[in-house]
C-alpha cells in the first residue's frame, strides 16, 4: 500500500536524474546502448562471459540504488540496482549474483550489514570462484 505516492516519486527520479546530465547520462539509455550494439560489432576471437546481480528486493538492495531498482523492477524485472538481469547477459551469461551493482563493483558501503549484504571478502571470493569456473576444462567441453 503506497498511500503518499512515494513508490511513484521513486521510480521516477532516475528518468528525471537521466535527462538533465550532461550526455553522458543520454548515452546510457536504451536507445543509446541500441545504437551502441549494432555500431559496435564483437569481435570474433573474442569470448564474452557476463553475470548479473539481483538481490531479490528493494530492502536487501543498497539504499542508494533504491529509486533506479524500483524503476527498472517495473519496467524490465530483475536488477542489480542499475542494470536489468536481462541487459547484462551477453556472449555465455554464467550466473545471476545474489549482489546489487554496488556489491559487484565492491564499493565499501558503511551500510552493508543492514541488508545482510555480502561482505567485500565474499565479493572476493565470488570472482575467484567464477575465475576458477571458467578455467576448469569442464567449461569449455560444455560441461557447465
Do not use: K
Not at 560489432?41 to 557476463?50: G, I, K, P
Not at 554464467?94 to 565474499?122: E, Y
Amino acid at each position: 500500500c503506497d498511500f503518499i505516492g512515494l513508490t511513484n516519486l521513486m521510480q521516477a527520479l532516475p528518468v528525471r536524474l537521466l535527462a538533465e546530465m550532461p550526455d553522458g547520462g543520454r548515452c546510457l539509455s536504451t536507445g543509446a546502448a541500441a545504437a551502441f550494439n549494432e555500431e559496435v560489432r564483437d569481435a570474433r576471437e573474442v569470448l564474452y562471459l557476463s553475470v548479473g546481480g539481483d538481490r531479490g528486493s528493494a530492502l536487501r538492495t543498497s539504499p542508494e540504488l533504491l529509486p533506479t531498482y524500483l524503476y527498472l523492477s517495473s519496467h524490465e524485472g530483475a536488477n542489480d540496482g542499475l542494470v536489468s538481469v536481462a541487459s547484462s547477459r551477453w556472449g555465455s551469461y554464467l550466473r545471476t549474483l545474489d549482489m546489487d551493482h554496488l556489491h559487484q563493483i565492491n564499493f565499501p558501503l558503511p551500510h552493508r550489514w543492514v541488508s545482510g549484504a555480502p561482505s567485500f571478502r565474499d565479493v572476493l571470493l565470488a570472482y575467484r570462484q567464477l575465475a576458477e569456473e571458467v578455467t576448469e576444462p569442464s567449461f569449455w567441453s560444455g560441461g557447465t
